[in-house]
C-alpha cells in the first residue's frame, strides 16, 4: 500500500487499485460506486487514472454502514446527495428505515405462512411414503394452492425521502 502525494497537497492520494486493496471492495465494484455518486475521485492522473483522497475510505464506510441496516445503494445515493447540497436528510433516513422494518416484517409472516405451508405437506408426504407418477408422484399429486412459496423480488419500492 504506497499512498502517493499529489505536490501542493496535505493528505495522500490513492489510486483506485490501492484504495480497492486498502478497503477491500473490487475495483469493479469502486467504479459502479462512482457512476451511482456513492464515492467520487478527487482527481485524475494525465493518463486518466482516478486518484482518490483519504476521505474515499470515509465514504465506503459510511455505504457499508448504509448497506447493513438495509438500505439500497439508490437511497444511499440519495442520501449522500442531500448531504452535499447541505440538507441533513435523518427524517427522510428515520423513515426509509421504518419502511424498510415494515418490509421485514410484511416478508417474515410471508416466510412464516410458506414454512408452515411446507411443514403440512412434508408431513402428508411422510405418511405417504413413496408415491409413482411419471418423475415424482409426490410432487404431481399437490394441489397447486397448496404449497405457494414466497415471492422472490416482489419487494415493495421504498421511496427515497418522500419521493417515489
Known amino acids: ?5 499529489e505536490p501542493g497537497s496535505s493528505g495522500s492520494v490513492w489510486k483506485i487499485g490501492e484504495v480497492a486493496k486498502q478497503s477491500d471492495v473490487a475495483v469493479e465494484t469502486l467504479r459502479f460506486y462512482e457512476s451511482r455518486g456513492l464515492i467520487e475521485p478527487a482527481g485524475r492522473t494525465a493518463s486518466g487514472y482516478r486518484l482518490y483522497d483519504d476521505s474515499v475510505f470515509e465514504r465506503l464506510a459510511f455505504v457499508k454502514k448504509s448497506q447493513a441496516v438495509g438500505f439500497t445503494l439508490d437511497q444511499i445515493a440519495w442520501i449522500i446527495s442531500e448531504a452535499k447540497e447541505g440538507r441533513r436528510p435523518c427524517v427522510e433516513v428515520r423513515e426509509m428505515a421504518r419502511e424498510r422494518l415494515e418490509e421485514l416484517d410484511d416478508r417474515l409472516t410471508e416466510l412464516r405462512r410458506y414454512r408452515r405451508e411446507l411443514k403440512q405437506t ?4 411422510d405418511q405417504v411414503g413413496e408415491k409413482g407418477g411419471m418423475i415424482c408422484g409426490l410432487i404431481e399429486g399437490l394441489d397447486a394452492t397448496s404449497v405457494r412459496a414466497p415471492s422472490r423480488g416482489a419487494r415493495r419500492r421504498i421511496s427515497l425521502g418522500g419521493k417515489s
Open 1 to 5: 500500500m504506497s499512498a502517493n502525494r
Open 122 to 125: 412434508l408431513d402428508a408426504w
